[in-house]
């Protein structure tokens, strides 16, 4: 491995220069902070051989527990491995230049035979490189890639370029093709979409709510599940409408029905309370499906705890 970095002058005083720079940010003034104290990051450096060449050596030992992390460890032992993981790679975000260090190739390399190593090293990238990791994260965001860091780069993308990263994640939810029980889809509507406040992220929502032709029900009830929470007051009719028609054009799927009438209630009752007061008729009724419906009655006060 060529030499990555040379430091000539004392190592504390590196640590300091980084204290004191300001974070990479976006256009937007997006920050990703590190997680991880700079004293631990100079006590860490000042362990390895090569001290000079910081940024090598903390590759070479975070590649060396990532590995550990692979093959097997004592019971008890991995959450102290996977901290000590990360210790190692934040810490090369800490380091002059740290723009600079080859991100994409290491990743590139271990992406798909040490994943845990990967994770952490797009997340020190983007500490480093700010909004440069743009075409970064659009690059390694493939079906093979660590489903963590995707969910990480999708967080990014949404951050310092919402259109792009409506884009992306439309790509993943809506056109690819799930690995085997992958809960993907629901963790990046759960952890990343649901928490976008802009319209761009309420259309997608409402794009995949709709998609009844999408094998994973659970991204479907995931997405009708932030619609609800939203509660986005300018939209709230619109939504509560498509939602009455999820309900109501979804006969054999009971989870999307109970969870879109759930939101249609929640959002706009009036038009779910004739179905609750019984001058609309629930088509397609089942037995769950009634119970539901009588729960929801009791939630709204339509009967009495004791009927």
């Not at 979409?193 to 094998?215: D, K, N, R």
Request: aromatic share 6%; net charge neutral; with cysteine.
């Amino acid at each position: 491995m060529e030499r990555l970095l040379r430091i000539s002058f004392p190592l504390l005083s590196v640590a300091a220069l980084s204290l004191l720079s300001p974070s990479p940010r976006g256009a937007a003034g997006v920050a990703f902070p590190s997680t991880v104290p700079i004293g631990a990051s100079i006590a860490l450096i000042e362990t390895l051989p090569g001290r000079e060449e910081p940024a090598e050596e903390l590759f070479v030992h975070a590649r060396t527990l990532a590995e550990r992390v692979r093959t097997g460890t004592l019971p008890g032992q991995e959450i102290a491995l996977r901290r000590r993981l990360e210790l190692a790679v934040r810490s090369l975000a800490s380091l002059p230049n740290a723009a600079e260090l080859p991100w994409e190739a290491w990743m590139e390399a271990h992406r798909t035979t040490l994943p845990e190593l990967t994770e952490e090293l797009f997340l020190a990238a983007r500490q480093a490189m700010g909004s440069q990791i743009v075409p970064l994260a659009m690059s390694l965001d493939r079906w093979d890639s660590p489903r963590r860091m995707r969910v990480d780069m999708h967080q990014t993308l949404w951050a310092y370029d919402p259109i792009e990263g409506r884009n992306a994640s439309r790509r993943v939810l809506i056109k690819e093709k799930s690995r085997s029980n992958s809960p993907l889809k629901a963790e990046l509507i759960r952890e990343v979409i649901a928490h976008q406040p802009g319209m761009e992220a309420e259309a997608l929502l409402l794009e995949v709510a709709q998609s009844s032709h999408l094998p994973e029900e659970w991204a479907r009830r995931e997405a009708i599940r932030a619609l609800r929470e939203r509660n986005n007051r300018q939209s709230a009719q619109k939504v509560a409408t498509e939602m009455l028609a999820q309900f109501l054009a979804n006969p054999n799927n009971l989870g999307i029905r109970m969870e879109a009438f759930q939101a249609c209630m929640s959002l706009y009752p009036a038009l779910g309370m004739p179905f609750l007061t019984g001058e609309q008729a629930v088509p397609a009724s089942q037995p769950q499906l009634e119970e539901f419906m009588e729960a929801m009655r009791r939630r709204y006060g339509l009967v009495s705890d004791d009927s």
